[in-house]
Each structure stands twice: as structure tokens, then as C-alpha cells.
């Protein structure tokens, strides 16, 4: 449920994007909040939600192809079945976020929280996740394929049947993470 004062600038996201960019350019608004807002489906492609705060909103089936999020707060947000392709979530935080069926295709993910994100077959091929953190995160089944997860911290996370061929591990730290049935880079199997 989104307040008042949120209704103005909410219905001109949905509505036109370009001018929501524009507003937002005019006033240098570092963080507007879009807390709990439902934007479910939405067409907000390229939208500037930078440093926005999307606590608990609704992103599911929304297109956010190129859409910039860097530094936004995304706790506990859904973007089942998103599309993010090159989005950038540069510094966003996504604690408990779900990912669950998204399509974060070369988006940039550097530095993200993704603590305890639901990313279940969610792919992310070409991704950019250098140092991400994705402790505890669920992704079984996703599709990292030529993903740059250099430096990304994903103790304890869940990588059940997960894709990595090709992808960068380079100083990721995976202690205690499960690798049952995922797909290194080298594409041979984990046990």
C-alpha cells in the first residue's frame, strides 16, 4: 500500500517513464520512496529508480530492461518473473528479495547484498556479480553462465543443480555452500 504522497509520482512511473526520468533529473531526488508500492507487471524500461526505496514492493512480470537501481533498497521486494536485462543494481540491497524466475541477463550486480535472495532459477548469464554478496541466497537450478563473480561471497548458499560453466569465480568465497549437481566452469559436474 503506498501513502499520498507516493500516488503522484507512482502513477507517473506506470504511466510515463520519461517523465518520471525527468522529474527526477529536475529535483535530484537521491531517494524517493516507493515503499510497498505494486508495480506488478509494469512497463519501466530505462526507469531511473537509483537510491529508491522499494522495501517490500511488487516488481513481479515488470520489464526493467536497462532500468538503473544502483543503491536502491530492494529488501524483501519480488521480481519473480522480472525482466532485468542490463539493469544495473550496482550497491542495491536485496536482502530477502525474490529473484524466483527472473531474467537478470548482463545486468550489473557489483557489490550487491543479496543475502538470503531467492535468485531459483533465475539466470544471470554475463552477469556482472563481483563482489556480490549472495550468503545464504537460494539459487538452485539458476543459470550463471559467463558470470563474473569475482570476489562474491556466497557462504552458505544454496547452488543445487545451478549453472556455472564459464563463469568467473575468481577469490569467491564459497565455504559451506552446497555445489550438489551444479555445473562448474569448466562444466564438469560437482558431486
Given at each position: 500500500?503506498?501513502?499520498?504522497?507516493?500516488?503522484?509520482?507512482?502513477?507517473?512511473?506506470?504511466?510515463?517513464?520519461?517523465?518520471w526520468?525527468?522529474?527526477?533529473?529536475?529535483?535530484?531526488?537521491?531517494s524517493?520512496?516507493?515503499?510497498?508500492?505494486?508495480?506488478?507487471?509494469?512497463?519501466?524500461?530505462?526507469?531511473?529508480?537509483?537510491?529508491?526505496?522499494?522495501?517490500?514492493?511488487?516488481?513481479?512480470?515488470?520489464?526493467?530492461t536497462?532500468?538503473?537501481?544502483?543503491?536502491?533498497?530492494?529488501?524483501?521486494?519480488?521480481?519473480?518473473?522480472?525482466?532485468l536485462?542490463?539493469?544495473?543494481?550496482?550497491g542495491?540491497?536485496?536482502?530477502?528479495?525474490n529473484?524466483?524466475?527472473?531474467?537478470?541477463?548482463r545486468?550489473?550486480?557489483?557489490?550487491?547484498?543479496?543475502?538470503?535472495?531467492?535468485l531459483t532459477?533465475?539466470?544471470?548469464?554475463?552477469?556482472?556479480?563481483?563482489g556480490?554478496?549472495?550468503?545464504?541466497?537460494?539459487m538452485?537450478?539458476?543459470?550463471?553462465?559467463?558470470?563474473?563473480?569475482?570476489?562474491?561471497?556466497?557462504?552458505?548458499?544454496?547452488?543445487?543443480?545451478?549453472?556455472?560453466?564459464?563463469?568467473?569465480?575468481?577469490?569467491?568465497?564459497l565455504?559451506?555452500?552446497?555445489?550438489?549437481?551444479?555445473?562448474?566452469?569448466?562444466?564438469t559436474?560437482?558431486?
Amino acid at each position: 500500500m503506498t501513502s499520498t504522497s507516493q500516488a503522484i509520482p507512482l502513477e507517473l512511473l506506470r504511466s510515463d517513464v520519461a517523465a518520471w526520468n525527468s522529474q527526477r533529473a529536475v529535483r535530484d531526488s537521491g531517494s524517493v520512496s516507493l515503499v510497498d508500492a505494486d508495480l506488478a507487471g509494469a512497463d519501466l524500461a530505462g526507469a531511473n529508480l537509483a537510491g529508491a526505496d522499494l522495501t517490500g514492493a511488487d516488481l513481479s512480470g515488470a520489464d526493467l530492461t536497462d532500468a538503473g537501481l544502483a543503491g536502491a533498497n530492494l529488501t524483501s521486494a519480488e521480481f519473480v518473473g522480472a525482466v532485468l536485462t542490463r539493469a544495473d543494481l550496482a550497491g542495491a540491497v536485496a536482502h530477502d528479495a525474490n529473484f524466483t524466475g527472473a531474467f537478470l541477463t548482463r545486468a550489473d550486480l557489483r557489490d550487491a547484498d543479496l543475502t538470503m535472495a531467492f535468485l531459483t532459477s533465475t539466470f544471470l548469464g554475463h552477469a556482472d556479480l563481483t563482489g556480490a554478496d549472495l550468503s545464504g541466497a537460494y539459487m538452485t537450478s539458476a543459470f550463471l553462465g559467463d558470470a563474473n563473480l569475482t570476489g562474491a561471497i556466497l557462504i552458505g548458499t544454496y547452488l543445487g543443480k545451478a549453472n556455472l560453466k564459464g563463469a568467473n569465480l575468481a577469490a569467491a568465497v564459497l565455504d559451506g555452500a552446497d555445489l550438489t549437481g551444479v555445473t562448474m566452469p569448466d562444466g564438469t559436474e560437482a558431486g
